[in-house]
């Protein structure tokens, strides 16, 4: 079992940053690939990035990118979602996860979750 918690969530300007962080504990010992994936009210969970365990593959959806990063500290066990430029658009809950093997874009194939943090982006 893998338990991921996320923090650094909350209320910014539009054109502001923001950066989330997803400590992982546990089974921490496998090589696990991370995605963080956000949930605005009323939508369906959405993939916004995802990085392998070694960094080399890094995949963002088309509405983050060039504006987020995701990158890892394998060494404590953490993810980041580095935000800047962000837009009223980008308002909602953000999840980190995790799956063994390859990175990947499909939410359903991610084994453990967060709780999520929220992320308000006010205009």
């Known amino acids: 079992q893998v338990q991921l918690v996320e923090s650094g969530g909350g209320l910014v300007q539009a054109g502001g940053s923001l950066r989330l962080s997803c400590a992982a504990s546990?089974?921490?010992?496998?090589?696990?690939?991370m995605g963080w994936f956000r949930q605005a009210p009323g939508k369906e969970r959405a993939f916004v990035a995802a990085?392998?365990?070694?960094?080399?593959?890094?995949y963002y959806s088309n509405s983050v990118k060039g504006r987020f990063t995701i990158s890892r500290d394998n060494a404590k066990n953490t993810v980041y979602l580095q935000m800047t430029s962000l837009k009223p658009e980008d308002t909602a809950v953000y999840y980190c996860?995790?799956?063994?093997?390859?990175?990947?874009?499909?939410?359903?194939?991610?084994?453990?979750w967060g709780q999520g943090t929220q992320v308000t982006v006010s205009s």
């Open positions: 996860a995790a799956r063994k093997d390859d990175a990947v874009i499909a939410r359903a194939l991610y084994e453990y």
């Open positions: 546990g089974r921490t010992r496998s090589t696990y690939a």
């Open positions: 990085i392998s365990w070694s960094g080399g593959i890094i």
